[in-house]
């Protein structure tokens, strides 16, 4: 057992004790439940307090039996017991009571806690919906209209807003258990009847009439494609409009469904591989990050603005560099606009705003570059201007600072020797827009000290973003396998389908948007100038023609009012363009293509088993450790669905690796034998009967 009951009065106390979080194990099952049967039968216990020793109430589920299915009593029979139980019962909560931690407090008649508890039901962030009595005693105890954006959202609650929406009955400011055992014993002095959240009612006639069909259709656009969500209202729903026990047996058939879904699955991978990716192997022990207390970052354009304010986010200070004043102005003004934008939805206060641009100081010289500790360059994509600034930041930068690069593609190495400390120069690549986007892609050149590494993660965490640590290749983990997404996609439109064909597939198959929309988004002349300094051999000039000759008209995308799709000026919805369709057939002609009829299947086979058999060769050379990781960036740094687990895991559990193979060497034949050669690995695999797992 992980607990132990007392009594303290009249009242007893079951206080759970399984470190370090309280996981609500089989021994902290047993424990409940003997402390109830203790507390029932000695008459001289007034009342139950339930508290938990340690950091925290019991923080949610025993992730060890997400492995092993757990073990009787299950949950849902020891919710029920604090239910059934005759006298009043208190849950104390400290820390986090999410998941089942709440659940287990829903089945208690009160509860106080500390200011800075948190509560809440994060089930739908894994797939699954609350399955202990969460879906029908939350409404129950709130109503409809506050429960369901709770448990939809899965985001944690603060104490004094918890009980501002009616969760807690008290706040305590003092010693917790103390103060509940006081608050048990008044409710039991005080001879009222103690409300059980079972017992409330809920009057479905006071809600309009359609807000479950509604309710339906906010999610199908919200949460798009997502099966628990829709679980979600329906078990809502049914604790709106069924008898407790009815309710109860419609949340455990949802429940299930919901973990019978391959969903689950895959949003169980992403909480595992979220967990892993912070593990570098070959890392010496011991070794501490570098403190980091100032920032500077060169170049105030589309990247340097956003990356200084992750810092200024968190309280560091910045010094942002431009070449020119205006570059200064325009950069602070687009910074400042994205921070009104914020105020204006109520996420800053105006004081926040100010306090913000303040930790921002703008500057032309790089002599107010010498106290930072760690200095970011966002500045051109091309060698020839990194090399003048890396140049420049070894004559300036103190001893020990950390010189990172943006860089897209650029070599690390090539960047690093550029000045003599090498040892202190990696990658920290961000995604557009920087402020937003979780991931951080952290590049170790070949001679990055392995401490630096380790401050890149550690800075990573300070400003909430997700690292992932890549190895120095062209694109790296992320742009490397975005090669053949795009190839792919280029090549479709030529071989016969619409662009907004591509597009509305891979839209369908849960990304944020197709991917030519996505270079009309970015600007077709990025991609078009970048070639210009590439090797012709280093990409499929078929699968770039189209682009290109859109470039070379003037259509470079949103910002030109056209690119593959026309778009009015002021807006952003694509629409079919007359002069690209010309564009495509010209380019058809100049090949000898005759257009085919091209299936959505062989949109999504070719766009994204591309990605993954590139992704399979950063994994050889190892420029990913994991398979895990690369399912991370994809995630965090180009909106790959997570409930389809990123696109390794997709390739594994959607599609199957030997299947995975044989469509690749299809595509081999029929398409190109060049881009589509099998990468080893997979091959190796397919072989062995063996997963990404095997690989460690
Ligand atoms: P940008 O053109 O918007 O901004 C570059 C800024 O750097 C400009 O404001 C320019 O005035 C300034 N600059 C140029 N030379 C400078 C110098 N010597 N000293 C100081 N400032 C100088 O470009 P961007 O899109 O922000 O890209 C910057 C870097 O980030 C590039 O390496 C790019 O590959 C990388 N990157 C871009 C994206 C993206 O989506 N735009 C995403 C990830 C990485």
């Known amino acids: ?127 699954i919906l609350p399955g202990a009595g969460g879906t029908q005693r939350l409404p129950r105890l709130i109503g409809v209209e506050k429960a369901l954006p709770v448990i939809l959202s899965g985001d944690p609650i603060l104490a004094p807003k918890a009980a501002e929406l009616g969760i807690i009955d008290r706040i305590v400011e003092g010693d917790l258990l103390e103060e509940a055992i006081a608050f048990a014993s008044e409710k039991a002095a005080s001879g009222a009847s103690h409300p059980r959240v079972s017992e409330k009612t809920i009057d479905r006639a006071a809600l309009p009439e359609t807000y479950f069909e509604d309710m339906r259709k906010q999610v199908a656009k919200e949460k798009r494609n997502l099966f628990a969500p829709q679980r979600i209202v329906d078990a809502v729903e049914a604790a709106a409009t069924l008898p407790f026990a009815d309710g109860m047996a419609r949340e455990r058939q949802l429940f299930l469904a919901c973990a019978a879904n391959p969903q689950a699955r895959a949003l ?48 560091i200070p910045v010094t942002l560099l431009e070449v020119s004043q205006e570059g200064l102005e325009r950069g602070l003004g687009v910074i400042r606009r994205n921070y009104e934008r914020s105020a204006a939805r109520g996420k800053l206060t105006a004081a926040q705003v100010e306090e913000r641009m303040g930790l921002l100081r703008p500057t032309l010289s790089y002599d107010d570059l010498k106290d930072a500790d760690l200095i970011i360059e966002a500045v051109f994509e091309t060698l020839e201007v990194k090399k003048q600034v890396f140049t420049q930041l070894d004559w300036v930068a103190k001893p020990g600072a950390i010189l990172a690069s943006n860089t897209s593609y650029l070599s690390i190495d090539t960047i690093a020797s550029y000045t003599p400390r090498p040892q202190d120069v990696l990658g920290m690549h961000f995604f557009s827009p920087a402020n937003v986007m979780k991931l951080l892609e952290i590049v170790r050149g070949e001679k990055t000290a392995p401490d630096v590494l380790a401050t890149a993660l550690a800075v990573a965490r300070t400003i909430r973003k997700v690292g992932v640590v890549a190895g120095n290749c062209h694109g790296f983990i992320g742009n490397r396998m975005l090669q053949g997404y795009g190839r792919e996609a280029g090549l479709l439109v030529l071989e016969g389908a619409s662009p907004q064909q591509v597009d509305k597939v891979l839209y369908d198959f849960g990304m944020p948007m197709g991917v030519l929309q996505m270079g009309d988004l970015a600007g077709l002349d990025i991609g078009y100038r970048s070639r210009k300094d590439q090797s012709p051999d280093a990409y499929e000039p078929k699968a770039v023609r189209i682009a290109d000759r859109l470039v070379e008209m003037g259509r470079c995308g949103q910002k030109t009012n056209g690119g593959y799709y026309d778009y009015e000026p002021g807006d952003r919805t ?115 009967g063996k997963g990404f797992a095997s690989l460690g």
Request: one cysteine or more.
């Open 1 to 127: 057992m992980s607990g132990r009951f007392e009594k303290r009065g009249h009242v007893g106390v079951i206080l759970v004790d399984n470190p370090p979080v309280n996981a609500i194990s089989l021994g902290v099952r047993l424990s409940i439940l003997d402390g109830l049967k203790q507390a029932a039968a000695d008459a001289d216990v007034k009342a139950v307090v339930i508290a938990c020793a340690g950091r925290t109430f019991m923080a949610g589920a025993d992730i060890a039996e997400f492995k092993t299915g757990p073990k009787e009593p299950f949950l849902p029979e020891v919710v029920a017991e604090l239910d059934r139980f005759g006298k009043p019962l208190v849950a104390a909560i400290h820390g986090t009571a999410f998941g089942g931690g709440l659940e287990i407090a829903l089945g208690c008649n009160y509860r106080v806690a500390t200011r800075d508890a948190k509560v809440g039901l994060p089930e739908v962030k894994l797939g």
């Open 268 to 315: 169980q991978h992403v909480f595992f591989a979220e967990r892993q990716v912070a593990k570098i192997p070959n890392l010496p022990e011991g070794v501490t990050p570098r403190p980091v207390r100032s920032v500077a970052v060169i170049g105030a354009g589309t990247m340097g603005g956003g990356i200084a304010m992750n810092f200024a986010n968190v309280g």
């Open 574 to 688: 694509p629409r079919p363009s007359a002069v690209t369709r010309q564009v495509i057939d010209e380019v058809r002609a100049e090949y000898g293509i005759t257009p085919r009829e091209i299936s959505d299947q062989e949109i999504i086979e070719r766009c994204f088993l591309a990605m993954v058999n590139i992704g399979c060769e950063v994994l050889r050379e190892g420029i990913a450790y994991r398979a895990s990781d690369i399912d991370i960036v994809y995630l965090y740094g180009y909106g790959f669905p997570a409930y389809r687990g990123g696109p390794m895991f997709w390739a594994e559990n959607e599609i199957g690796l030997a299947n995975a193979l044989e469509k690749i060497r299809g595509y081999a034949e029929t398409v190109s034998a060049r881009w589509w050669k099998p990468s080893p690995l997979l091959e190796q695999l397919v072989a062995d």
